[in-house]
């Protein structure tokens, strides 16, 4: 998830997933490419990233 990667900046994978009430696997499983994330993971991350992941 290239958006992904580009969304988190400078934060850091755990302060993300806190921010996103997501565990930390979660989400580098996602950046990772080994997981797939549901609709609710990605309107987590969203709202804490505050950018777009996938276009609407």
Known sequence: MLNL???L???S???V??????????VR???SGAA???LRT????EDALGARLYPR
Do not use: I
């Not at 997933?17 to 979660?26: F, S």
């Open 5 to 7: 990667r580009c969304g």
């Open 36 to 38: 797939w994330p549901d």
């Open 9 to 11: 900046g400078e934060r």
């Open 42 to 45: 990605v309107a987590r991350l």
């Open 17 to 26: 997933a806190e921010q996103a009430g997501l565990d930390e696997a979660t």
């Open 13 to 15: 994978v755990r302060a």
């Open 29 to 31: 499983r996602v950046l």
